[in-house]
């Protein structure tokens, strides 16, 4: 062959050269040489150059002056000059072509193509010159043109080739690269050899390989195949056809050998050389692998002791340099070599490799973990675990054996995944890790939940989080050779479907598909609408999947059903149509599941078949299988075929379609399932789980377990504050309406819960309640039932008693709820209809938490805020009494009580039965209408099992003997029976109050003459000195007027009234106030009858009841407001709500105004008696003065003509000096007015007139 070619003339070699010289490897770039030189280029530059050479000799310019040869000169060795250096650069890139990397190489030839077309002549001459000083790459050229020939001649006649080449093999020299091309190119290429020339050509190949065998014990022919392996290739990315045979054929001769000792020295050196370039770390580790099919344990040797070398030590052990030299280069990746190597051993051992396994893998771990970490090692620990994977599922016995490193394997695999950039989808890498670790999941010992619950949110975060499509390939736009995003997305994706469907395949089992689907809900739920959409998708798949392999057994119940029914019917509102469809699609996919598991559930409920007699043999597919067709066919169309217009365009419809078959417990979870979603920051996904949640509980709010809706309204509150759209928060309000409906005792005791105190959610929850009536009624039914729940507790105060002991909790916080219910708009009528039985709840609930004796909390400076808006149960029990008696209309009994100061007799034990006694009094003076209904609960309360209960029920009753309602209820003699029996009471308090209920004047009339008998003595008492004397007598008679009910003082009211007047404006302050508590008393026992007898003093008591509203002894004070108040029912005064809120709360100039207005504009008469009584008090002290000239003052403004006819000269200068001083009070407000005044009483006064 060699010969052949140096027999060619020179002219025909040198154009032979050309093409091939261009590049040393012509299969790499043929296209390349052939264009360098065109045949109409080879010989006329060559012939331009030879007379340019020879046309310009030095000197030879006689027409020419100095200057112009200078230049012309100057012109010839600039062309030289520039000639020289494209030669030289031309050269240059002639030497990179044989050793640069593919990029640079291609830059490299268009560079050469380049100069070729503008100086074909000058790359010529280059080219023939670089042969000329390189005659081996000749050789080398001339051999790969031989080579050519013969794979050329393979296609004709490959047995003449084979005999060649076998010849060539077995002369014991080394062979050239080109024969290895050749036996490359017929080992790769099918398509050169047809099956049954490929099988001979195998046969050959190993007799070649067998003879081969001896070669590796001569050291000249293993130095060169050591040296041919090792030598740089053009590029290092790829390996030329006769390397990577090379490779082939070294690992197939030492497999062949049966020296031990042999194997592992030819190994031993082969792992010794560079590690650099991936290709040769491939090779290498392709040759180990080959190697131990047949010597295993050598190779296992040979590998451990390499991982042991002092080289590999010192790249596991030292961090990478900046800086590195080119041996260390050579040894940086030696341990990817190994992993190769470890992965080929196991891929060729076949079903050899299962003993192997674990030790094989702990070796990988080991590598990956200690390794320096960079895109290499990733690579080949990638590789190496796919091809130890294959080995494993190729063998028929992997599924018998128990693998101990799976589960260190998938926490590497873990970290692999972590370390993926989150930003960018460049490699293949998330697809073969998903792969991988799929394919362990099916190996024994199955993976725990702990560790596949961290696979699956790995795997789930690395892909699903991944940016847009766009921002994956801006990426990748620098790249030579960029990916194609979308289809390696696409690929990635699938796998990670695939690895969820090899998961059910595993366990086809409802809790397996619900635990996959646990770490999908957070995906679907997600705030970014691509990472919605790609867990929509994988959730589609998953359920299309299911429904047409149908894995699980049918009468095994679904419970994923209910929540993933809840997240789909979310997403199919999303603004995201993809994701709409995936999810609309998704609940096609359940219902169709859903219908096939209930009729095949009532087929082998129908054939009465139980269900390990209905397996199928080892010929017959499961019902519940792939590919039954027994079963589809049994089942009805219409489950089948579902109407396609609901399940592909009307999500709402859909929705309710597959509700109807839903049990209670998938449609509780449901229901969870969009609780849950309103607490998404998501607006539509709000919205949408409001929406759904409303149309669940109107369809079927009934079938939800009832020990569940509790903890559901629990959790709607606390994902109520992020329902910030008005709409939905309508919605959800009215499905807890709707809820109520069936589930009202379980709703009242979860929203107690967080009723104490009660935020603006809760109110909005209690209101939900009250929206319907019927409801709002076992609403308060079911409050008054908490109420009544009062156990005490030792240990009340102590904050770490156990929960048992705190029921008491749930008492006060419906105490709570009641107190906030009763200003709603939605209980307001219910709350008047229960106003009885609310009454005696209340009532009896002051004095429970009175007996609870709760401390109250300690004072700090950061919380005095908070709490004042947290008021103590104390507080809040009497505050809900309050409001109960003025939100119900019962004001009147509310006044009695406000004006008098009754509302502090709750505040202790002590004195709670007199706050008791005061209310049912105030009710029967006051005429309440309720009187008859309260009747009717007093009597059950008598024999109640609370001891505070019946207290309150005997002080109530007691007070309602003086009641002309009771005898319309209950007879005389009735009444003295209910209160004979309650002598038996084992409370003594009780007794005691029955005992004295006896001697009402109500049983014994005898009684009212004896006690008006007494009231003349008791009136001569009054001017005893003793000052208790004094009051204690006015408080007595207060009480007998009190026993003699109605009727009153009779015919003495009049005296009693006279004598009780004087003592008004006692210097002494208990006396002034128990005067004007009799004289209010007096006036009560008169309302409703003749007012002839009192009218008089009435009228000339109430100015002075009303300046004493400014006397400086509250009790004064208190008792004027009543009495006043008292004096105003009796003359029947209008307006009268307006005049008891001025009394109780008002302290300004305008409520004095209006109370003046009512006293001076009634008539004529009374207007002289109170300008009468006011004049008298000018003579008075200080403050009393005062509060008389301002009296006054309003007056002359007024009626200015009647005070100049009333005024004497002296009282026009007192209460012109008294305007004066006045004017030097230290409230402006008086000032002001004083000022007003006294200009005005100097305009109207006669006598200033004068």
């Known amino acids: 062959m060699d010969g052949q070619h140096s027999e060619r003339p020179r002219s025909r ?33 060559q012939d331009s150059a030879c007379r340019n050479q020879q046309a310009h000799p030095s000197g030879v310019l006689p027409h020419k002056s100095m200057s112009s040869q200078a230049a012309l000169m100057f012109k010839d060795r600039k062309m030289f000059m520039e000639e020289a250096y494209n030669s030289a650069i031309c050269f240059k890139m002639l030497r990179d072509i044989g050793s640069s990397e593919l990029p640079y190489l291609q830059f490299v030839i268009k560079r050469v193509r380049n100069m070729a077309q503008r100086s074909p002549s000058l790359v010529m001459e280059t080219i023939r010159d670089y042969f000329t000083d390189n005659p081996q790459e000749l050789e080398d050229t001339y051999q790969d043109a031989a080579s050519n020939v013969l794979v050329a001649i393979c296609r004709h006649s490959w047995q003449t080739v084979a005999q060649h080449l076998e010849t060539e093999l077995l002369t014991g020299t080394f062979p050239h690269r080109s024969l290895f091309y050749v036996m490359g190119i017929l080992s790769s290429h099918e398509e050169l050899l047809n099956q049954e020339d490929r099988v001979h050509w195998e046969e050959l190949l190993a007799q070649i390989i067998v003879k081969s065998v001896k070669f590796l014990d001569m050291d000249l022919w293993s130095k060169e195949l050591l040296e041919a392996l090792t030598k740089p290739s053009q590029t290092q990315q790829e390996h030329p056809p006769e390397k ?229 390939e801006r990426h990748t736009c620098l790249f030579l050779e960029p990916p194609n995003i979308q289809t390696l997305y696409s690929q990635t994706l699938e796998a990670l479907d695939h690895m969820l469907q090899s998961f059910i395949m595993q366990s086809p089992t409802a809790s397996e598909m619900k635990f996959l689907l646990m770490h999908l809900y957070p995906w ?261 039932a908490w109420l009544k729940e009062r156990p005490l507790s030792t240990r009340a105060g102590n904050g770490n008693a156990h929960p048992k002991e705190k029921t008491y909790l749930y008492s006060l916080a419906a105490m709570n709820t009641l107190h906030e219910l009763q200003f709603m708009q939605e209980f307001k009528k219910v709350m008047q209809e229960a106003y009885p039985q609310l009454l005696l709840a209340l009532l009896t609930q002051i004095h429970y938490v009175l007996e609870l004796n709760l401390p109250k909390a300690k004072s700090l400076p950061g919380q005095q805020a908070q709490e004042a808006a947290l008021p103590s149960p104390q507080s809040t029990s009497l505050e809900a009494l309050k409001s109960l008696l003025f939100t119900t209309g019962h004001w009147h009994d509310f006044a009695h009580l406000e004006l008098q100061g009754a509302w502090e007799r709750f505040s202790s034990i002590i004195t709670y039965p007199q706050g008791v006694v005061l209310l049912a009094r105030a009710m029967v003076k006051n005429h309440c209408r309720k009187v008859k209904a309260m009747l009717g609960q007093l009597l059950p309360s008598l024999q109640s099992q609370e001891e505070r209960e019946r207290k309150v029920a005997i002080l109530i009753f007691n007070e309602f003997l003086y009641s002309p309602a009771l005898l319309e209820v209950l007879p005389t003699q009735a009444a003295r029976t209910v209160l004979a029996k309650v002598l038996c009471d084992p409370s003594p308090e009780v007794r005691v109050s029955s005992l004295q209920a006896l001697g009402n004047i109500l049983f014994h009339p005898e009684k009212e003459s004896l006690l008006r008998a007494q009231l003349p003595h008791f009136l001569e008492g009054f001017f005893q000195k003793s000052e208790p004397v004094v009051v204690g007598i006015m408080n007595t008679m207060s009480e007998v007027l009190h026993q003699l009910g109605m009727q009153g003082a009779g015919a003495q009211s009049l005296n009693v009234a006279i004598n009780v007047h004087i003592f008004f404006d006692d210097e002494r302050d208990q006396i002034r106030a128990a005067a004007m508590a009799l004289f209010g008393d007096l006036v009560d026992t008169m309302a409703g009858g003749k007012l002839s007898d009192l009218q008089t003093q009435v009228h000339q008591s109430m100015v002075p009841l009303l300046l004493h509203l400014k006397d400086q002894c509250p009790a004064v004070v208190t008792q004027a407001k009543f009495a006043f108040y008292r004096c105003a029912v009796l003359l029947r005064w209008q307006q009268r709500h307006i005049l008891f809120c001025t009394l109780a709360w008002e302290h300004s100039l305008s409520a004095r105004h209006f109370l003046w207005t009512c006293l001076m504009t009634r008539s004529q008469e009374e207007f002289s008696i109170h300008l009468a009584q006011a004049l008298k008090y000018l003579h008075s002290c200080h403050h009393m003065m005062t509060w008389a000239i301002l009296f006054i003052g309003y007056t002359i403004c007024y009626f200015p003509q009647a005070m100049s006819q009333m005024l004497s000269n002296r009282d026009m200068d007192l209460l012109l000096h008294a305007f004066e001083d006045l004017k030097k009070d230290p409230a402006p407000s008086i000032q002001e007015f004083a000022t007003r005044q006294l200009l005005f009483f100097q305009k109207v006064s006669p006598r200033s007139q004068k």
């Not at 290498?284 to 030590?313: C, E, M, N, Y």
């Not at 702990?450 to 789930?460: G, P």
């Open 244 to 472: 990577a045979f090379l490779f082939t054929y070294y690992g197939l001769i030492l497999q062949a050998a049966e020296n031990s000792t042999t194997v592992r020295t030819h190994l031993q050196a082969l792992l010794e050389t560079s590690h650099q370039w991936p290709k040769q770390r491939e090779g290498i580790a392709l040759t180990v692998g080959l190697a131990a099919t047949q010597h295993l344990d050598d190779v296992w040797a040979i590998l451990d002791q390499f991982g042991r070398s002092r080289p590999v030590k010192w790249t596991l052990q030292s961090p990478t340099p900046k800086s590195q030299s080119f041996e260390d280069l050579q040894w940086k990746w030696a341990s990817s070599t190994i992993l190769l190597a470890y992965g080929q051993m196991a891929a060729r051992a076949k079903t050899h490799i299962l003993p192997w396994v674990d030790n094989i893998l702990s070796r990988m771990i080991f590598y990956f973990r200690y390794s320096s970490w960079d895109e290499t090692l990733k690579q080949s620990f990638l590789s190496a675990i796919l091809m130890l994977v294959g080995a494993i599922s190729r063998s028929e016995g992997a599924h018998s054996y128990e693998f101990s490193q799976t589960s260190q394997l998938l926490e590497c695999l873990m970290v692999l995944m972590e370390k993926e950039p989150p930003g960018a989808l460049c490699t293949t890498s998330r697809q073969q890790v998903i792969h991988i670790a799929s394919k362990l999941c099916e190996l024994r010992p199955p993976i725990d939940k702990d560790r596949k619950s961290r696979l699956l949110s790995t795997c789930f975060r690395s892909v699903f989080a991944l940016p847009l499509m766009d921002t994956l």
């Open 524 to 784: 679907l739920a997600s705030e970014k609408v691509h990472e919605r959409q790609r867990a929509a998708h994988s959730c589609m798949i998953l359920l299309r999947f299911l429904n047409h392999r149908c894995f699980l057994d049918p009468k095994e119940d679904f419970r994923p059903m209910g929540q993933l029914i809840g997240m789909l019917g979310i997403l199919c509102k999303d603004p995201d149509s993809v994701t709409q469809h995936f999810s609309l699609e998704g609940v096609g996919q359940l219902y169709q599941f859903l219908m096939h598991q209930k009729a095949e559930a009532a087929l082998q409920e129908e054939s009465h078949i139980p269900k390990e007699l209905s397996q199928p043999g080892a010929n017959e597919a499961s019902p519940w299988s792939t590919g039954d067709q027994r079963t589809a066919s049994s089942l009805p169309q219409k489950v089948m075929s579902p109407e396609d217009t609901i399940f592909h365009q009307d999500s709402s419809r859909a929705i309710k379609e597959i509700m109807k078959y839903l049990t209670a417990t998938e449609l509780t979870d449901l229901v969870w399932t969009v609780i849950e979603g309103l607490g998404s920051t998501s607006a539509f996904h709000m919205q949408a789980a409001a929406e759904l949640l409303l149309a669940v509980i109107w369809e079927h709010g009934a079938k939800l377990e009832t020990t569940k809706v509790a903890n559901m309204g629990r959790a709607i509150h606390r994902h109520l504050c992020s329902v910030h759209v008005p709409k939905a928060k309508k919605n959800v309000l009215q499905a807890i309406t709707l809820l109520a409906r069936d589930h009202t005792s379980e709703l009242v005791a979860a929203f107690l819960d967080f009723s104490m105190p009660l935020d603006s959610h809760a109110l909005c929850l209690w209101k939900a309640l009250g929206a319907e009536k019927s409801i709002s009624r076992l609403v308060l039914a079911v409050l008054l």
């Open 13 to 45: 070699n040198t154009a032979d050269r050309v093409p091939s010289a261009t590049s040393l490897n012509p299969r790499i770039s043929s296209s390349v040489s052939m264009s360098m030189l065109e045949p109409s280029h080879m010989k006329a530059p």
